[in-house]
């Protein structure tokens, strides 16, 4: 299973790629979060570049109250925003969904008052990433 410091990774097993996708859009609204965007990983490469890739998307997901908290709180943070959350065939024909770890990815902000909020987001994605 492909994991990272920076994220919250969950293997679903052998499900299929769209089920897999249909869970953790639901997890996520379940969680308070909506789906902003979707980008198709694997069909972009093939148009852009004629290459092929296992599935593979990134849904910009968002949850209004916890984003207008940190807008509010750092008007700059709509760099870090969405909250990018992936799913992705494993080499071995597995489904993986990850989420970024928001306490990671607000150190780069370097504002320690902000870390009660960067908690409480990864909270709730973490749960949504567990229950997909």
Do not use: H, W
Request: net charge negative; hydrophobic share 45%; aromatic share 6%.
């Amino acid at each position: 299973m492909t994991d990272a410091s920076y994220g919250i990774t969950r293997n679903l097993g052998e499900v299929s790629f769209d089920a897999a996708l249909a869970r953790i859009t639901e997890s996520l609204k379940a969680n308070g979060f909506g789906v902003l965007t979707e980008i198709d990983v694997k069909a972009t490469m093939k148009k852009k570049l004629d290459v092929d890739l296992r599935n593979y998307k990134i849904l910009g997901a968002c949850n209004p109250p916890f984003a207008l908290q940190a807008l509010t709180d750092e008007p700059l943070i709509g760099l870090l925003l969405p909250c990018n959350v992936v799913v992705f065939e494993e080499q071995d024909g597995s489904v993986s969904v990850s989420a970024v770890d928001p306490k990671e990815m607000f150190k780069v902000v370097d504002r320690p008052e902000m870390a009660d909020l960067a908690g409480k987001v990864g909270e709730a994605l973490t749960k949504a990433i567990e229950s997909a």
